[in-house]
Nanobody, 129 residues
Framework: QVQLVESGGGLVHAGGSLRLSCIAS????????IGWFRQVPGNLYEGVSC????????YYSGSVKGRFTISRDNAENTVTLQMNNVKAEDAGVYYC??????????????????????WGPGTQVIVSP
């Protein structure tokens, strides 16, 4: 079964750091763009960061640029999101998703799951004051 699984979520103090991982099973991550998305009200999604399958080009939303870093290890079939200086507004459930046939900018602009997949089950980030 083709799937993605996120890990690394949990409780973090504001200003602290957290490292999320996305591991792929039964398919090669190297052929796909990978994005990290945060669920927002209305069962919609906000693109946090995306990384391309080819040259490692990255995209960040304005709210996380300079604080978060996305990276990929194709040999380990893993994509990581390093979250630094975490803020209260970063809290939520984070999902990773795989896609191709689009730019990473368009991928990160997605607000629902329809255009691509698979998606992982999500990992929750809780930010305490």
């Amino acid at each position: 079964q083709v799937q993605l699984v996120e890990s690394g979520g949990g409780l973090v103090h504001a200003g602290g750091s957290l490292r999320l991982s996305c591991i792929a099973s039964n398919f090669a991550l190297r052929y796909y763009h990978i994005g990290w998305f945060r669920q927002v009200p209305g069962n919609l999604y906000e693109g946090v960061s995306c990384i391309s399958n080819s040259d490692g080009e990255t995209y960040y939303s304005g709210s996380v640029k300079g604080r978060f870093t996305i990276s990929r290890d194709n040999a380990e079939n893993t994509v990581t999101l390093q979250m630094n200086n975490v803020k209260a507004e970063d809290a939520g459930v984070y999902y990773c998703a795989a896609g191709r046939g689009m730019t990473i900018q368009n991928m990160c602009a997605t607000i629902d799951r329809a255009p691509f997949g698979p998606w992982g089950p999500g990992t929750q980030v809780i930010v305490s004051p």
